[in-house]
């Protein structure tokens, strides 16, 4: 079983609430991202990092936030969440090493109403 | 810029009919990777592909690589309804990993 935790696993809000979506995990990996995907559409990469203190935009432009302080934990925030932040976002994690093979979580589904 | 292109984006079978989907790539791939996805789950990792023309198979699903390491196939035999999911394929580029826009696949009884 996959070591890599999302919370919350859902999430209805109100437009303007800030939030913010957590990700830990227990394998010690090295790199980590955060992508996004609608109901059974592509994965869209919005952010990475390979490592404390190293965050890096994705492909698909975002208005979320992330922080890397610590090796096992890379929140996202939303500062004001909107209606077209519904999604579902997945963390995931690889090592820095070797073959760029991913763990992912089991994902946060945001709803903003 | 980079992209992997994956077809067919959807595909219905009978179960028991076989299924394929397939992924190229513009670019040559230090190797590929191939997830599945449960309807309302996560990506799961399936295999890892490396070397150019290579053939590995899980059971009844048979993954291979191009001999260019551009394209990359998963075939599956004799379907079963617990096949039911979008399956990604993920072309490693240098430091990139791009993911394929997917195939999902749905099987009836």
């Known amino acids: 079983e996959a070591d890599i935790y999302q919370t919350p696993r859902y999430l209805v809000i109100g437009t303007g609430k800030k939030i913010t979506l957590e990700c830990s995990q227990t394998?010690?990996?090295?790199?980590m991202y955060w992508y996004q995907q609608d109901p059974g559409m592509e994965l869209h990469l919005i952010h990475y990092s390979y490592g404390v203190n190293s965050t890096e935009k994705g492909d698909l432009s975002s208005e979320s936030t992330v922080s890397r302080i610590r090796t096992e934990h890379f929140p996202l925030t939303l500062e004001s969440a909107r209606p077209s932040h519904t999604s579902q976002y997945l963390c995931?994690?690889?090592?820095?090493?070797?073959?760029?093979?991913?763990?992912f979580g089991a994902g946060s589904r945001l709803t903003v109403l | 810029g980079q992209q992997v292109m994956q077809i067919p984006q959807y595909q219905h079978v009978q179960e028991g009919e076989d299924f394929t989907t397939y992924c190229n790539s513009s670019?040559?791939?230090?190797?590929i990777q191939w997830y599945k996805q449960r309807p309302g789950g996560h990506p799961v990792f399936l295999i890892q592909l490396v070397k150019s023309g290579e053939v590995k198979k899980q059971k009844r699903l048979t993954f291979q690589f191009g001999e260019a390491k551009k394209n990359s196939s998963l075939h599956i035999t004799a379907t079963q309804t617990t096949d039911v999911g979008t399956y990604f394929c993920?072309?490693?580029?240098?430091?990139?990993?791009?993911f394929g826009k997917g195939t999902t696949l749905s099987v009836s009884s």
């Open positions: 995931a994690s690889s090592h820095r090493a070797g073959a760029n093979v991913l763990t």
């Open positions: 993920a072309g490693q580029a240098g430091t990139a990993l791009i």
């Open positions: 670019t040559t791939l230090s190797n």
């Open positions: 394998m010690g990996h090295d790199k």
